[in-house]
């Protein structure tokens, strides 16, 4: 049962883009940004929404390794493809301009793909998938990320959480949307972890010396300075298959940043030569697939429907309720907190109120009643 207060959609929404607003972010960028950020609490993905929304973007750009003005420039463009820099402005910015042009490409053409260099963290991965299931159209998207996962057999930090995100219309209420890191788990997930003062559980997470570390608040630290590394899905050797997610996770790599001649692995860790902060010039990729050009929206939609629907009906093993597709629990989480609002812990409280009172922002919120 939630314990924790929430906080009504509007105002969380108010005061996102009043404090991005008064770090120097313009307005309309400002709504996009609040947007991803509570698409990921409207899904229940707690570890992209407003728990992250000071240490990511507010901290960074106050620290000055994420610019608040993004200079989108597009580098090259044909029918179906583009290629743009970011600059190191606002991630979701860039991409919801880049997403935006190759779904109108895609409505022409049939497919677009873009791709973008010099980017910053752009929030949930399927919230840019979803622009385009919302257009009855398939989205594919992925991004790398500072180095956190070791290759199979390996202990060394190489790889990013590279998430390789899938959203597809359906003829049901909520699209497919299969929206997860190639790691075991995410560095998100553990910054909720450590926020809520657990542990993460062991398996997930490999020191130096090759054993599990489960001390979430120390992991962020190790993982910053090499010291542990996240394991590939599948997780550590060959044994439960973790060199399948290592596999997914180069994909991934590759197309965020051999396309647009981008930065990769140990040039995305964010620090400089001396330990100082410097931006982290990630890598995204999107692409863009009209089911018109192929049998049609509404048989694909029925198709898929369908599969959805089977897979569900199929036999249950035993003491389990119920078989869920990807994207039905989040919709679920969506119909229970759409009147409520975003439940908010006390580490995010207090974030609030100190962004609040460090901008001067004329906000009162619930949990301080």
């Avoid at 507010?58 to 290629?83: C, F, M, S, W």
């Avoid at 300075?225 to 044994?239: F, K, M, N, S, V």
Wanted: contains cysteine; glycine residues 10%.
């Amino acid at each position: 049962m939630e314990t924790r207060p929430y906080v009504p959609w509007e105002l969380i929404e108010h005061f996102m883009v009043d404090t991005f607003k008064a770090v120097g972010v313009p307005e309309e960028d400002a709504k996009i940004c609040a947007d991803v950020l509570m698409e990921s609490d409207r899904r229940g993905i707690e570890s992209h929404g407003c728990n992250r929304f000071k240490p990511i973007y507010i901290d960074r750009i106050n620290a000055g390794i994420q610019n608040p003005v993004t200079q989108y420039e597009v580098l090259k463009e044909t029918p179906t493809t583009l290629v743009a820099d970011a600059h190191d402005g606002m991630g979701m910015v860039a991409s919801h301009k880049a997403m935006t042009s190759i779904i109108e490409k895609a409505k022409k053409y049939g497919m677009g793909m873009a791709v973008i260099r010099n980017s910053t963290h752009y929030g949930i991965a399927g919230y840019w998938a979803m622009m385009a299931s919302k257009e009855g159209m398939l989205g594919i998207t992925g991004t790398n990320a500072r180095p956190s996962i070791a290759p199979t057999f390996g202990v060394e930090n190489m790889l990013g959480t590279n998430p390789l995100t899938f959203a597809f219309p359906t003829d049901e209420e909520f699209p497919f949307v299969i929206d997860c890191a190639t790691s075991i788990t995410q560095r998100g997930k553990i910054e909720y972890y450590a926020r809520s003062g657990k542990d993460t559980p062991a398996g997930m997470v490999i020191g130096r010396d090759g054993q599990a570390k489960t001390d979430s608040q120390q992991i962020l630290v190790d993982l910053t300075q090499g010291r542990a590394a996240l394991a590939p899905l599948g997780g550590i050797g060959e044994e439960l298959a973790g060199y399948k997610g290592y596999g997914y996770a180069t994909v991934v790599e590759v197309l965020s940043a051999a396309l647009q001649a981008g930065s990769f692995l140990k040039a995305l860790n964010g620090t400089g030569e001396h330990g100082e902060k410097k931006p982290y010039h990630l890598g995204h990729f999107f692409i863009v697939i009209n089911p018109e050009f192929f049998m049609g929206e509404e048989e694909f939609r029925k198709t898929t429907g369908e599969i959805l629907r089977q897979l569900r009906a199929s036999e249950k093993a035993p003491g389990e309720s119920r078989i869920y597709t990807a994207g039905e629990k989040e919709y679920l989480v969506w119909l229970e907190r759409k009147d409520k609002g975003v439940p908010v812990g006390e580490a995010v409280q207090k974030e609030f109120i100190e962004l609040r009172d460090r901008y001067h922002l004329p906000y009162h919120f619930p949990f301080e009643d």
